[in-house]
């Protein structure tokens, strides 16, 4: 089986798992977001799914997307791992979403780093859209932020980022149902329309119960990660 096949077959499984875990939770098909996620495979897989139709991907790390961004300019990179503040003006160079916003600082970061990018060429969106990223336990080493109120204000209160959602990791050891309940409820109070992005190969089916837009899905798509 090539590649292109095999991915192919993947993702059409994982979609098919979406549109049940729509139906066993009484959501509309189709509510629910894909976003595949591409850290440490090849740009020629991020080239196979925008052939097969993916309009936006996820990376962790900064350099990885920045050059895939580079190589597939037809899809959009959305950063999902956490970003140092120095980081700021080089995601926001290349990133059309970051769902990794766990600071005030770091959003200002972002702003400014979207008002530089637009002002040397290096960006054609003029709005990044940001969600912040919840700790559920309040442990902000592994990112996110216990205090998502604040962070939120930030990001509104910017020229050039937009307030879209929360998203959440559950802690090691949490019930992600739990977490991802939690976390809706989190969204829906922070405005109207606010989107959760949550749930990933392992859980997506208890996320998108909870009332998850958005799965992250990576494994189930691409495969183990590529050795050497």
Do not use: Y
Request: net charge negative; charged share 25%.
């Amino acid at each position: 089986m090539n590649r292109a096949t095999e991915i192919s077959e993947r993702l059409e499984r994982v979609r098919a798992r979406i549109r049940e875990a729509e139906v066993a939770a009484g959501r509309a098909p189709g509510s629910v977001t894909l976003l595949p996620v591409t850290k440490f495979h090849p740009a020629e897989d991020v080239a196979v799914l925008s052939e097969l139709g993916v309009t936006a991907v996820g990376e962790n790390r900064e350099q990885e997307a920045r050059a895939k961004a580079a190589a597939v300019p037809e899809m959009d990179f959305h950063m999902i791992g956490q970003v140092q503040t120095k980081k700021a003006n080089a995601v926001a160079r290349w990133a059309a979403a970051c769902h990794s916003v766990d600071s005030v600082r770091l959003a200002e970061g972002l702003n400014r780093g979207v008002a530089l990018a637009l002002e040397r060429g290096e960006r054609t969106q003029g709005v990044l859209d940001c969600f912040v990223q919840w700790s559920a336990d309040g442990d902000t080493r592994r990112g996110g932020t216990a205090e998502p109120q604040a962070v939120a204000e930030a990001i509104a209160a910017s020229d050039h980022l937009r307030f879209v959602g929360i998203m959440v990791v559950p802690p090691i050891g949490a019930d992600p149902a739990r977490v991802f309940a939690e976390a809706r409820r989190l969204a829906d109070g922070l405005g109207p329309g606010m989107a959760l992005s949550a749930g990933m190969s392992a859980d997506l089916v208890q996320a998108i119960a909870a009332g998850s837009d958005l799965v992250r899905v990576g494994t189930d798509i691409l495969g183990p990660r590529p050795v050497g």
